[in-house]
């Protein structure tokens, strides 16, 4: 006990494994995790090669994160999966590597939407506490939506939604 209490080592693959049976049936084939500290990413994605994708993990900024907000961070990550399966892995490469080098736009483009697909499968208020942590650890990225973004696309869909029944 003692020292160990505050220590909590998250299972990483069950994680991603419940969220995936429960949110993401379509993406199939392996999903590795990778465990660094090296990545200046709380967390990464990457379609390594058709059949295996990679996640990422930076357990040294995420080492503050809930359950709960790890969860929603994986979903994060396997939006970008679902991106990357909507226009194949040959253009998966090529937006990945505009992404890295000169493609700011599209770098906002695909994290705003991996931020609002997260939303639209049920884990707004994982990604808005998410959010609102890296925004505390002012880490906060002009590419990324912010919590107060994340909250107002949750109430413009919920309304549109409402609205939607009520016709
Ligand atoms: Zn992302």
């Known amino acids: 006990m003692g020292l160990m209490t505050n220590c909590v080592i998250h299972d990483y693959k069950k994680i991603v494994w419940e969220i995936r049976k429960k949110s993401f049936p379509e993406i199939k084939g392996k999903i590795l995790i990778i465990e660094t500290k090296r990545l200046p990413f709380w967390a990464f994605f990457i379609w390594f090669v058709p059949g295996i994708r990679i996640i990422f993990i930076n357990y040294e900024k995420t080492k503050g994160l809930s359950k709960f907000e790890l969860k929603a961070l994986f979903v994060h990550e ?15 490469w090529i937006k990945l590597i505009s992404y890295l080098t000169f493609g700011k736009r599209l770098r906002a483009e695909i994290e705003n939407e991996a931020d609002n697909m997260a939303v639209d499968r049920g884990y ?35 309304d549109k939604n409402t609205f939607a029944i009520a016709q």
């Open 78 to 92: 396997l939006c970008h999966a679902i991106q990357g399966k909507r226009i194949g892995y040959f253009l998966f």
């Open 124 to 158: 707004f208020k994982g990604i808005y506490s998410v959010t609102q942590k890296i925004e505390d650890a002012r880490e906060y990225s002009k590419y990324y939506l912010t919590a107060k973004q994340i909250r107002e696309y949750y109430y413009f869909q919920k």
